[in-house]
């Protein structure tokens, strides 16, 4: 089994800053891209950001400058830095990996049960 566990969400006031973990456990080979999405009531999950295997990371428009996200491969565990949060940054965060397991012996996408994150404002 593997499993994705999130943790630092929470309650924070417009402007604030919060960091989110999330830690990859269970029957692990490998892991390759990982990333951050979120999805607000009544909207599509949206793609926040991706740290690529090979060093490099990705970011949507909307949190580019204001989220970082890093990982720390010795730990399964890729965070996410929210600085300047904003009320319309209210959502369910999640995160995402390509992780492959040493029982299934393939490549397979992995989600987290998701994390809440509330700007007041």
């Known amino acids: 089994q593997v499993q994705l566990v999130e943790s630092g969400g929470g309650l924070v006031q417009n402007g604030g800053s919060l960091r989110l973990s999330c830690a990859a456990s269970?029957?692990?080979?490998?892991?390759?891209?990982m990333g951050w999405y979120r999805q607000a009531p009544g909207k599509q999950r949206e793609f926040l950001a991706a740290?690529?295997?090979?060093?490099?990371?990705h970011y949507a428009d909307s949190v580019k400058g204001r989220f970082t996200i890093s990982r720390d491969n010795a730990e399964n565990t890729v965070y996410l830095q929210m600085n300047s949060l904003k009320p319309e940054d209210t959502a369910v965060y999640y995160c995402?990996?390509?992780?492959?397991?040493?029982?299934?012996?393939?490549?397979?996408?992995?989600w987290g049960q998701g994390t809440q994150v509330t700007v007041s404002s």
């Open positions: 995402n990996a390509e992780i492959y397991s040493v029982y299934t012996r393939i490549w397979r996408n992995y």
């Open positions: 269970g029957s692990i080979s490998s892991i390759g891209d």
């Open positions: 740290s690529i295997r090979d060093g490099n990371t």
